[in-house]
């Protein structure tokens, strides 16, 4: 099955299973290629699952994906200030998971993470594949 | 300093952060003030810390002559600048990587063998079937494409038969 326009957004979990280089992620990677799934990787998410790992162990794991043809970074400056902050707002202040949620349902893709319910609180009817 | 002036602190914030490149964010300062310190005004200082606190800059006179600058704090610096270097680390290994495996198969290639060699052997189709269920994808679907992803796998590192270089 190929899907050339279609994605999944990394949050913060999936991007440690990179960091680990855990099955999941081998499973995420592997099946991204098959299907020609974008994997999109929001930066402030990039940024924590770095900071959840040591850095020397998983930073060059998380480069690698950065470098892999299938992902691509997304930066917050492509998303409007005002709504970035509301949808914050609803998340408590998380400026990461409104990113994340804002990406999925913007480009309606599915969301790799460990808090579904946070983000369907943002987003309702974000697709939830579980990290 | 003059007053009401626009000041602006350079910096890189995560939310200006490409990929492979950082532009610069400014943060604007409103306003500019000076407090004379004074003993007759013990509250001076207080005030201006307040006025810090929103975004101000701050000069302290005493007798008239500068003696200390109170600058803003922004709460969000801090982890701004963190996640800034963060990313900048990541960005700087990542070009490397490139530069070292301009090929985007084989680089593929390679960090499928990192995870098999991390995990013990590569995932089965099995393994594969059991992430595609958790996408919601039905059982007989999910096994179908587990096994083509996993015959792929496998054709992909028999193109790319060299072994990686140890990063880890």
Known sequence: MTDPLGGWVLDVAALVAFADRARYAEAVLATAAQRGLTLLVPSPALSQAYDARPHHIGGPRLATLLEHPLALVSSPSDVPLELLRKLAEIAGGDQVAAHVAYLADRRGWSVLTDRGELLRRIRPGLVIIPA | ?168
């Open chain 2, 1 to 168: 300093m003059a007053p009401d002036r626009l000041h602006c602190l350079r910096h890189r914030g995560p939310w200006s952060t490409r990929r492979r490149s950082a532009t610069v964010t400014l943060l604007l300062v409103t306003a500019a003030h000076d407090f004379e310190l004074s003993a007759d005004d013990p509250g001076a200082l207080a005030r201006a810390v307040e006025m810090a606190e929103a975004g101000s800059v701050v000069r302290l006179t005493r007798d008239g002559k500068p003696v200390a600058e109170v600058t803003p704090y922004h709460p969000g610096l801090e982890q701004e600048r963190r996640t800034s270097e963060n990313l900048s680390a990541l960005f700087a290994e990542a070009a490397r990587q490139r530069a070292e495996c301009p090929d985007g198969e084989a680089r593929h290639a390679r960090m499928m063998r990192e995870f098999a060699e991390a995990n013990g052997g590569p995932a089965t189709a099995a393994d594969y079937a059991q992430f595609l269920r958790s996408t919601g994808m039905a059982e007989a679907e999910a096994e179908a494409e587990a096994v083509a992803i996993a015959e792929a796998t496998r054709a992909l590192l028999d193109r790319h038969p060299d072994p990686p270089t140890d990063r880890r």
